[in-house]
């Protein structure tokens, strides 16, 4: 009895594995179909509305823009900082990436003491999240310059395929 339930164990890990797996490496063509909180992917994004920039404000013409939901309590936001800056840094010309914060207060937000934001980096209205949909952070939206949502999901999702494919396909 228990070697039948140690070997389920293992399929069903092993098979859960390989989902996982199977997700991961989904396409942009697979990505682009879905939302997953956020906005539904080809809809109008509502305005960006900052109460405050805690960085130079960007240009946005003719730019893709990135939003970063994210908190100072979200660890899975800080640990994407690093893919995010890196990200940045490749694509600033092609496209704004934007760290927007919860409704913490600015005290908390300049209190905080993690690794640093390369790239923009703002304060929005408390309605900004009700505006975007978010059900919960991390959560990264990617808009083309027209408006339009391309991509609404986990940041981690967001790698250089993708934004070279969104980029080819809805850029200028």
């Given at each position: ?109 300049y209190a905080f003491d993690g690794p640093p934001v ?55």
């Amino acid at each position: 009895m228990k070697a039948k339930l140690a070997i389920t164990l293992i399929v069903v890990s092993f098979a859960s594995h390989l989902y996982g797996q199977s997700k991961t490496n989904a396409t942009v063509k697979e990505k682009s179909d879905l939302s997953i909180g956020g906005l539904a992917i080809g809809t109008k994004a509502p305005a960006i509305n900052a109460v405050e920039w805690l960085s130079e404000v960007p240009d946005f013409t003719g730019k893709f823009v990135v939003l970063d939901f994210w908190g100072t309590s979200c660890k899975p936001c800080i640990s994407g900082f690093a893919h995010v800056n890196e990200l940045h840094r490749k694509y600033k010309n092609k496209a704004v990436f934007i760290a927007a914060t919860t409704d913490e207060s600015a005290e908390e937000i300049y209190a905080f003491d993690g690794p640093p934001v390369e790239f923009y980096s703002m304060m929005q209205k408390p309605s900004t999240w009700k505006d975007f949909n978010i059900q919960g952070i991390p959560q990264m939206i990617v808009i083309d310059p027209k408006g339009i949502v391309r991509f609404s999901g986990n940041g981690i999702d967001v790698n250089d395929k993708m934004l070279l494919d969104l980029f080819a396909k809805y850029g200028k």
